[in-house]
């Protein structure tokens, strides 16, 4: 088989759908020597068309198909134009072809395939600005229209496709995503102090990652800080990109006189991820909606103990092996945090729970449910 993926996500985007776009992709080419693929890479800058190049050092089976636009050309081109100009063109002939990004790129005759990762649009619109709302609640439904077959990461989001896409359940599939291996608990005080000095981060901490966005409960996550008694030594950190709509996070750190124990470090690069992880007492992931909820895994995955909320697919990656949560209730969030920093046997006993649980979830295992859906 020819199989090509849109790799624009991958190229374009350091965290979320891109790690997801590169880990799957990286699994699929170990997994699979025998089909050809044709990774397909907008017009970029030359950083991002070195880290595109890197995915197929080496790999025989593997080529890039360039497309002559940007992502933003690309997008506009062929969603809002809404202009046929199928991938084959810039590849040739092909007879897979997965989009893991929701939008589904026009094709001629392959058989194609898109991932939802969730429905959060759907389920919690007053998270998004109108214009990205809009274009979703455009572009998601076409695409899964025309897919032959549509990819959910989880069992949660997987109902969300069916209900609120209205599709057929024999169309949607889940595959689960995975947690590399390179996130293990970090016991080199060298990495892990070069780590803290890096990012300013302090002694003691509460962790939390992903971009400033609504979605994420980031406000509530703070004034449930604010209510800690007893640890005015541990700090609570934010990291991530700036998303859209993050300015009330700052406002009620600012509100809250919280400035000097709030500390947001910004986005931290992929490789040091596990000894941030480390380093964290307790990771917190109040996440109003989440297709998956990678980042409270591979914390899971580094010995580092769970609070998340019991909303959408989050109790199903997380088990029994972490806190759950009301993502609504501060005084909820603010009691489990309190507990977990007041009793390291609790904090040890989940740690080990979740080495545990995340090591069910790997990226190899998702190459192979995806490789067989490929082959249809």
């Known amino acids: 088989m020819r199989i090509g993926i849109d790799y624009t996500a991958a190229v374009n985007q350091g965290a979320g759908i891109g790690r997801y ?15 050809e693929y044709v990774l397909f890479v907008p017009s970029a800058s030359p950083e991002a068309s070195r880290a595109s190049e890197s995915a197929i050092v080496g790999q025989a089976n593997v080529s890039l198909a360039r497309l002559p636009l940007s992502e933003r050309a690309l997008v506009a081109l062929w969603h809002r134009l809404r ?29 194609t395939l898109v991932t939802v990762h969730d429905l959060s649009f759907r389920r919690v619109p007053e998270c998004f600005k109108p214009a990205l709302l809009s274009y979703l609640n455009r572009v998601v439904p076409r695409s899964v229209a025309r897919a032959d077959i549509v990819l959910a990461d989880s069992e949660s989001t997987r109902n969300d496709a069916i209900e609120l896409l209205r599709l057929a359940p024999e169309r949607v599939f889940v595959v689960y995503a995975g947690v590399d291996s390179r996130f293990h608990r970090v016991t080199d005080q060298g990495l892990l102090e070069d780590v803290r000095s890096r990012y300013s981060l302090p002694g003691r901490f509460v962790l939390s990652v992903g971009t400033l966005q609504p979605r994420k409960n980031y406000v509530r996550l703070i004034e449930a800080f604010s209510r800690l008694s007893g640890v005015e ?111 390291p046997a609790r904090r040890a006993d989940l740690a080990e729970q979740g080495v545990a649980q995340a090591a069910r979830f790997t990226w190899s295992e998702a190459a192979r449910v995806l490789l067989g859906l490929y082959r249809g």
Do not use: K
Not at 21 to 35: C, F, G, K, S, W
Not at 87 to 101: I, W
């Open 21 to 35: 776009a590169r880990q799957m992709t990286r699994a699929l080419l170990e997994l699979d020597r025998e089909n």
């Open 83 to 111: 202009v046929p100009v199928p991938v084959e063109l810039f590849s040739g002939r092909l007879d897979v072809f997965h989009s893991p990004d929701f939008a589904l790129a026009p094709v001629l005759r392959a058989r």
């Open 233 to 343: 030594d541990v700090s609570l950190v934010i990291s991530g990109a700036r998303g859209w709509l993050y300015e009330e996070i700052y406002r009620r750190v600012e509100e809250l006189g919280l400035s000097s124990r709030v500390l947001f470090p910004g986005y931290v690069a992929e490789a040091d991820l596990p000894a941030l992880y480390s380093l964290s007492e307790v990771f917190a992931f109040p996440s109003l909606y989440e297709g998956f909820g990678l980042p409270p895994l591979e914390a899971m995955a580094c010995g580092t103990p769970v609070v998340v909320s019991r909303a959408s697919s989050l109790p199903e990656v997380v088990g029994n092996a972490g806190c759950l949560v009301d993502p609504l209730s501060v005084e909820e969030i603010a009691g489990t945090l309190q507990a977990l920093l007041d009793s």
